[in-house]
């Protein structure tokens, strides 16, 4: 593969690409692309909304508008319907606490919430997308693992459902991006690498906005998963300057 099909690699792997400004940078050009594809490329708000940090998604936004002239959420909504807009842009929107502490008593509370929904198939119940949306990463986790030892299954593999409802994709991925986003990352890495024709939006994508955060978490449990390390893999599946544009964010 010698190149992208909506994102553009630049002619110069830039050192800028290590301070966050450009990871701003990059970070708001994939989100613009990924909402005006023809089918609008949900996966990549969701990542953006439930992985990265309050301040940065804060950060994020500004720069978005900054550069678009338009806010993150107004592109969104613009872009998407249903109940697929409620929960993306409560997503956005929300600046949750950060922080470690967690209530134990609303874990067991909102667990159960979320399972009398589930089980009577409301899943855009709007209590879904307010917790969701509300809780701290460390809240909803707490929150995720209740619901496992309540009912002795993940709430993803309940939600499994119908494999062509979008609006259940939408919330499994972002369960999985809040609960284990190393584990979600290797396996959008995965299917990326193993699809016929490559998946290269997703693989640049991936390893664009983890080069400076966790990709060296994402790599160990690639390796870990498939036996073949995530550089080699890359390697054999590109070519040309992509693959040395990818393989230098890999630290090559």
Partial sequence: MNGMS???????????????ESLRSAVKVIANVALRKFI???RVIIEIACVLSPEELLALKRAYQSRFKRSLEEDVASHTKGDIRKILVALVSTFKYDGEEVNANLAISEASTLKEAIDGKAYNHEDIIRVLSTRSKAQLRATF?????????????????????EFLAVLRTA????????????????????????????????????????LKKIKEL???????SLDQAVGKDTSGYYKTFLLTLLGH
């Fill in 6 to 20: 909506t994102l553009v690699v630049p002619d110069v792997v830039p050192s800028a690409l290590e301070d966050a």
């Fill in 40 to 42: 609008p490329d949900y």
């Fill in 145 to 165: 693992n209740r619901y496992k030892d309540e009912h002795s299954t993940s709430i993803t593999k309940t939600l499994l459902g119908d494999p062509v409802d």
């Fill in 175 to 214: 369960i999985r991006c809040i609960d284990s986003p190393t584990k979600y990352f290797e396996k959008v890495l995965r299917n990326a690498i193993r699809k016929v024709g490559t998946d290269e939006d997703a693989l640049t994508r991936v390893i664009i906005t983890h080069a400076e955060k966790d």
């Fill in 222 to 228: 690639y390796y870990k998963r498939n036996s073949v």
